[in-house]
């Protein structure tokens, strides 16, 4: 029956139960694998959307996403995306701004309108999102072929 040559216990297999040593002879134990530095694709292309333009320009000027083809389109569709969102409500603030004039039920429609266009942006960010953490490129109709042509 072996001993530990560290602890004087009884060695099971090709370790020491008490204090872990390995036996004379045993081979030694796995190394962990080292991580590699950075995020994995799915994650850096999910986050791209979390903060709109800002997270799509960090991650097109982050060495090394911003050689990754998938992580660039999704970082452009964000910012264009966002761009998007953002000329959309001046539109709406300018329309909704003349249902004003109208008493009682102008302020009805107005918060309407905007309760359903923030709903819908909001959606809409976490299903790029969801897609994008996925692996699923997601083209939006006007601004994706726009990211696509910066690849």
């Known amino acids: 029956m072996p001993f530990c040559s560290h602890c004087g216990s009884e060695l099971r297999g090709n370790f020491c139960g008490n204090c872990g040593a390995a036996a004379p002879g045993a081979a030694p134990p796995p190394r962990a694998s080292a ?27 982050m060495e090394p996403y911003n050689r990754n083809r998938n992580i660039r389109f999704h970082a452009f569709q964000s910012i264009f995306a966002w761009i998007a969102v953002i000329v959309v409500s001046i539109i709406l603030n300018i329309v909704t701004h003349s249902f004003m004039l109208i008493p009682f039920a102008g302020w009805v429609i107005s918060a309407s309108i905007w309760s359903a266009f923030g709903l819908g942006v909001f959606v809409l960010w976490l299903a790029l999102m969801y897609k994008a953490y996925n692996n699923e490129r997601w083209v939006l109709p006007v601004v994706g072929p726009l990211a696509e042509k910066q690849l």
């Open 35 to 61: 991580a590699l530095p950075g995020l994995q694709e799915n994650v850096a292309a999910a986050l791209c959307y979390l903060l709109g333009v800002l997270t799509g320009v960090l991650f097109l000027v």
